[in-house]
Structures are given as structure tokens and as C-alpha cells.
């Protein structure tokens, strides 16, 4: 099944503690990204990745980092993680060109206490 | 930059009514406007899209209709049923290899029955 894979699903964590989160995709697209959603604000694009060692600062990306060294994963770091960085955060990706939509991953439900 | 608002925030429907969520878009380039529904612990997905080049579109129950002169895009869902209970959002990009999305901040559709 074509899918994009986050880990974990839900994590709490204490502010300060480096965390790292996950996504895969098994349909070999070239563009991948990382969004926040939080209540209001919709979607929010935190880094994004047009092929493998090319990434790019999306919208909000102060106080994260991401790699791309496959094709396939586009993990987010969080260094040190704050309070403020309590959100949903979604990977998704898409083939290159084209009108073609985006796959989502399921979520992750990160809180930082 | 290009920005989406989307109106309104929340939508109360009764089972069977028609529902209608309208966005609008600054940038008088942009010719790609996809809408996702988001389900309840679930990611966006893609469930309509259209081009500039078209003033509307229709896939069943949904229809998406676009006004370039106003900069405006329309989402039609004829006879809501429980199941289209969710989080809708637009997005507007101009359509090239490296395109993205911005995003609106989401309507919550309500089905009541």
C-alpha cells in the first residue's frame, strides 16, 4: 500500500530533551515536507525537501531541523523543544511536477511540558 | 507572497442540505487550487483540485468552481451525508516543478442529522 509512515503517533516530552520524529514513503516521490497544524492556524509548512541533500526552510522553521539523505525518509529533529512546539505535525510528499496531490502521513501529536 | 483565506471557520449543515466553503487567493498567478478533507486522527487528502483553466469541476457529490476575474474558489458538496463530516481546506500555487501550496486555515464541517 503507496503510504507515508510517522513515528511515533503520539510522544510527550520535557522541554529541552532532543527528540526526533520520523516519516517514510514507499512511492518514491521527490518532494517531501514538514507541517504543523494548530488550532486556527491550519497548516504550516516547517521545511520542506525537493530531492535527496536538497532541503529548504518552509514557513516556521526556527527550532528544527531536518535531513534528507534517502530518497525515501525525511526525519524532523527538534534540538531542544519547547513548550511552543506542542502541535500536530504532519509529513507528506508528492512526485515531482505535475498536478499531483500530496500524500499525509497519519500525525504526530508532540507535547513538551 | 501569495495568501488563501478561507471562510467560514465552521459549517453546520442538516443531513441532505448542499454545503459551501469559499476561499480567495492575492496572487493573480496562481493556477492551481486543490482542496483536502481531513477526517478526524487522520491526515489531509486530496479530494478535488482544478486549473486556471477551468471554471469548474465535478467528481459525484463534490464540485469546485473557480473565478479568476475575483480571485475566488468555490468548494459545493450536494447532499452532505455523516461522512462528510470534517476539516476541508484549500490551497492555491502556481503549477511548476518546484510548486507549493499555501494553504487556507480549514473549515470545520459539521453534519447534523
Known amino acids: 500500500e503507496a503510504q507515508v509512515t510517522q513515528n511515533p503517533r503520539y510522544l510527550i516530552t520535557v522541554t529541552g530533551k532532543k527528540l526526533t520524529v520520523t516519516c517514510s514513503q514507499n512511492?518514491?516521490?521527490?518532494?517531501m515536507s514538514w507541517y504543523r497544524q494548530d488550532p486556527g492556524l491550519g497548516l504550516r509548512q516547517i521545511y520542506y525537501?525537493?530531492?535527496?541533500?536538497?532541503?529548504d526552510k518552509g514557513d516556521v522553521p526556527e527550532g528544527y531541523k531536518v535531513s534528507r539523505k534517502e530518497k525515501r525518509n525525511f526525519p524532523l529533529i527538534l534540538e531542544s523543544p519547547s513548550p511552543n512546539q506542542t502541535s500536530l505535525y504532519f509529513c507528506?510528499?508528492?512526485?515531482?511536477?505535475?498536478?499531483?496531490?500530496?500524500?499525509f502521513g497519519s500525525g504526530t501529536r508532540l507535547t513538551v511540558v | 507572497g501569495e495568501n488563501v483565506e478561507q471562510h467560514p471557520s465552521t459549517l453546520s449543515v442538516q443531513e441532505g442540505d448542499s454545503a459551501v466553503i469559499k476561499c480567495t487567493y492575492s496572487?493573480?498567478?496562481?493556477?492551481?487550487f486543490p482542496w483536502y478533507k481531513q477526517e478526524l486522527g487522520k491526515g489531509p487528502q486530496l479530494i478535488i483540485d482544478?486549473?486556471?483553466n477551468v471554471g469548474e469541476k465535478k467528481d459525484q457529490r463534490i464540485a469546485v468552481t473557480l473565478n479568476k476575474t475575483a480571485k475566488h474558489f468555490s468548494l459545493h458538496i450536494t447532499e452532505t451525508q455523516p461522512e462528510d463530516s470534517a476539516v476541508y481546506f484549500c490551497?492555491?500555487?502556481?503549477?511548476?516543478?518546484?510548486?507549493?501550496?499555501?494553504w487556507g486555515a480549514g473549515t470545520k464541517l459539521i453534519i447534523k442529522p
Open positions: 507528506a510528499s508528492r512526485p515531482a511536477g505535475g498536478a499531483r496531490g500530496y500524500t
Open positions: 512511492m518514491n516521490h521527490e518532494y
Open positions: 525537501s525537493m530531492n535527496v541533500e536538497v532541503t
Open positions: 496572487d493573480s498567478a496562481s493556477n492551481y
Open positions: 482544478i486549473r486556471s
Open positions: 490551497a492555491a500555487s502556481i503549477l511548476d516543478s518546484n510548486y507549493q501550496l499555501i
